[in-house]
C-alpha cells in the first residue's frame, strides 16, 4: 500500500472514554462558531483527508505553503487549510475552544488547542493561492472576506457524523482497508464534481486496463452555482457502477469538502489527498475547473 502524503497518516478521531471526555470537558470550554465548510475541514483533518496536517496551519506552515508551497520539513503542500477570526481576543494561545459550526451552535464539532494567533496578508496569499487578485475570483473574494487573524492549532473530533452520505463516505484508514482486502497494488482515483458523461465514462474504462482497481470520487459540497445536487451526483454513479462495471474493480467514495477554485495548486492537492486514501495515480475529470 502507498504510504500516505508525508508518511503519517493523521487519525484525531476521538473515542470510548477519550470521547466522553471531551464532551464533558466541551460543557465547561468558550465556543468558536466557524462556517460549515470550516468545521468540514475539521473533520477531514482529524480523519486524515488532509494528511501529514493534524490542525489547522499554523505561521510557518501557512507561510511555507503559500510561499514555497511546501510545509517546513520540505514536503509539498500547495493550499493552507487554515481557520480565522475577526477579534484577536476571542481566542488565546494555550488555551482550548470548542468549534462548532455556525449551522449548529450546539453541538460540539472538534476541540482545537489554540498554539498560534497571528495576523496575515490576504491580499498576498490570494495571489499566491489562486494566481489573481481579480476579486471576482471566488477564491479570492473568499480569502478577502475571512477574518483578520489566522488561529493555528491540532484538533480532535468529537462529532464523526458521516453525513447524509455514510455509505459512501469512508475515511482515508477504511479506504486503504477495502483496497488491501480486494488486492488493489495499484489504484487511480477519479476527481469530479458533476455527474458522468461519455468522456468520463471513457476514462474510467480505460484505467481498469492500466490498474488493480478505480475509485470514484466525486466532490460533495459547496461548489459552483449551477452545478448538479449531491444527491444526483451519487445516484448516477452508483447506476453507472451497476450498470456497466464490474462492481469489485469500481469503488464508490466521496469526497466531503468544498471547491477551492485554485487551479494547478489545488490539482496538486487533490492527489494529496487521494494518495492518503491510499490511491496511486489520479485523474480529474475536465468539468473540475
Known amino acids: 500500500m502507498i504510504d500516505p502524503h508525508g508518511g503519517t497518516l493523521v487519525n484525531r478521531i476521538l473515542t470510548g472514554d477519550a470521547l466522553e471526555g471531551a464532551r464533558g470537558k466541551a460543557a465547561d470550554l468558550p465556543k468558536l462558531a466557524v462556517p460549515e465548510e470550516i468545521a468540514g475541514d475539521a473533520r477531514n483533518l482529524a480523519r486524515g483527508v488532509f494528511s501529514p496536517l ?5 505561521e510557518a506552515q501557512f ?18 487549510i487554515f481557520l480565522t477570526v475577526d477579534d484577536k481576543d476571542a481566542v488565546s494561545e494555550g488555551n482550548e475552544v470548542v468549534l462548532v459550526s455556525e449551522d ?25 493561492v489562486f494566481g489573481t487578485d481579480d476579486m471576482e475570483h471566488p477564491g479570492v ?21 458521516r453525513g447524509p452520505f455514510g455509505k459512501v463516505n469512508l475515511f482515508p484508514a477504511e479506504t486503504r482497508e477495502v483496497f488491501e482486502e480486494r488486492g488493489w497494488r495499484t489504484v487511480c482515483a477519479f476527481q469530479t464534481r458533476n455527474v458522468p458523461h461519455a468522456g468520463h465514462e471513457d476514462l474510467q474504462k480505460t484505467v481498469l486496463g492500466l490498474c488493480d482497481g478505480l475509485m470514484i470520487q466525486p466532490i ?7 452545478d448538479y445536487q449531491d444527491e444526483v451526483i451519487i445516484a448516477a454513479y452508483e447506476a453507472l457502477i451497476g450498470n456497466y462495471f464490474h462492481p469489485e474493480r469500481v469503488f464508490l467514495n ?19 489527498m487521494r494518495k492518503n486514501y491510499g490511491c496511486t495515480h489520479i485523474i480529474i475529470g475536465r468539468d473540475h475547473a
Open 141 to 161: 473574494a473568499g480569502y478577502h472576506a475571512r477574518g483578520d487573524y489566522i488561529v493555528g492549532g491540532p484538533v480532535d473530533l468529537i462529532d464523526n457524523d
Open 104 to 128: 449548529d451552535p450546539d453541538n460540539p464539532v472538534a476541540l482545537m488547542t489554540v498554539e498560534e494567533v497571528f495576523e496575515w496578508d490576504r491580499a498576498a496569499a490570494a495571489e499566491s
Open 54 to 58: 493534524d490542525g489547522f496551519v499554523g
Open 220 to 226: 460533495i459540497g459547496k461548489k459552483k452555482p449551477g
Open 254 to 272: 466521496i469526497l466531503p469538502t468544498e471547491m477551492r477554485y485554485a487551479g494547478p495548486k489545488e490539482a496538486i492537492m487533490h492527489g494529496i
Open 63 to 80: 507561510e511555507g505553503i503559500v510561499n514555497d508551497e511546501r510545509l517546513p520539513d520540505g514536503t509539498i503542500y500547495t493550499i493552507p
